[in-house]
Antibody
């Protein structure tokens, strides 16, 4: 079955860019939308955005000015870049798969990776 | 932006029924998905499209959606059901999560 694995630095300095990658295994990245979600310590889930395998994107308006999501179909990976980070961006970051229908949930999730923003 | 409101906490005795609400403007016109999250773990889908269950999820988990409120119902609650629960919808192709509800089994 499809599995997702997040990877990237666990510590990022304030004002720098957070970069994470999600590797899709056990299936193709094609024909699906791929999301990033985050969860600050002790808080709820926040949807960051998604990318379609063809490259089209949609971002949370509250983060849109700082977020870039990209895809590399040859590696079965997609990536998140969040610029100008502050302590408020400290969170567990999850990647997830979405089939693309409003009737569909995010049905496969990675285990998450913790990112701390600190000098 | 679209807002989903959940009660912060729900307490229930073992064997009883827990009901978790998710309020949103005309949410009945949307498809609602529910996730269970235990400490230190990723969310797990328990109900999708208002009332469908993924394979492997017990029949004790059920959902409904009408008007301005969607509800996740957990029947015959067990200790292992203690977790945070989040509702989620797609609004204009953007993901929206509810504020989350902590279910405590007494």
């Amino acid at each position: 079955q499809v599995q997702l694995q997040e990877s990237g630095p666990g510590l990022v300095k304030p004002s720098e860019t957070l970069s994470l990658t999600c590797t899709v295994s056990g299936g193709s990245i094609s024909s699906y939308y791929w999301s990033w979600i985050r969860q600050p310590p002790g808080k709820g889930l926040e949807w960051i955005g998604y990318i379609y395998y063809s490259g089209s994107t949609n971002y949370n308006p509250s983060l849109k000015s700082r977020v870039t999501i990209s895809v590399d179909t040859s590696k079965n990976q997609f990536s998140l870049k969040l610029s100008s980070v502050t302590a408020a961006d400290t969170a567990v970051y999850y990647c997830a798969r979405w089939p693309g229908s409003m009737l569909s949930p995010m049905d496969v999730w990675g285990k998450g990776t913790t990112v701390t923003v600190s000098s | 932006s679209y807002v989903l409101t959940q009660p912060p906490s729900v307490s229930v005795a073992p064997g009883k029924t827990a009901r978790i609400t998710c309020g949103g403007n005309n949410i009945g016109s949307k498809s609602v998905h529910w996730y269970q999250q235990k400490p230190g773990q990723a969310p797990v889908l328990v109900v999708y499209d208002d009332s469908d269950r993924p394979s492997g999820i017990p029949e004790r988990f059920s959902g409904s959606n009408s008007g301005n409120t969607a509800t996740l119902t957990i029947s015959r609650v067990e200790a292992g059901d203690e977790a945070d629960y989040y509702c989620q919808v797609w609004d204009s192709s953007s993901g929206v999560f509810g504020t989350g509800t902590k279910v405590t089994v007494l």
